[in-house]
């Protein structure tokens, strides 16, 4: 286990049960939110090609334009 981790846990344990309870519910519900990112990353790898290989024809066809973050901001 790496220090920082095992530092937590030692603060982790001064806590009283309660809040112990909430902090293990966050971290066991970000793990889990971790794993689906993952898995549906990993699913949709094929998708994200074809979409790059789009958006690469249409550059090469001179379909785009230069971002202009002033647009995205209003």
């Known amino acids: 286990m ?7 846990l030692i603060k982790l344990a001064e806590l009283s ?7 293990a519910m966050l971290i066991l519900a970000e793990i889990e ?3 689906r990112w993952d898995e549906q990353f ?4 094929d998708q994200l090609a074809q979409l790059a ?3 690469l024809a249409d550059f090469k066809q001179g379909k785009t334009r230069p971002l202009n973050f ?3 901001r209003n």
């Open 17 to 23: 049960e309660t809040e112990q309870e909430s902090i």
């Open 70 to 72: 002033n647009e995205i």
């Open 33 to 35: 939110d971790e794993k």
């Open 2 to 8: 790496i220090k920082k981790l095992e530092n937590a």
């Open 53 to 55: 290989d789009e958006a």
């Open 42 to 45: 990993s699913q949709s790898q």
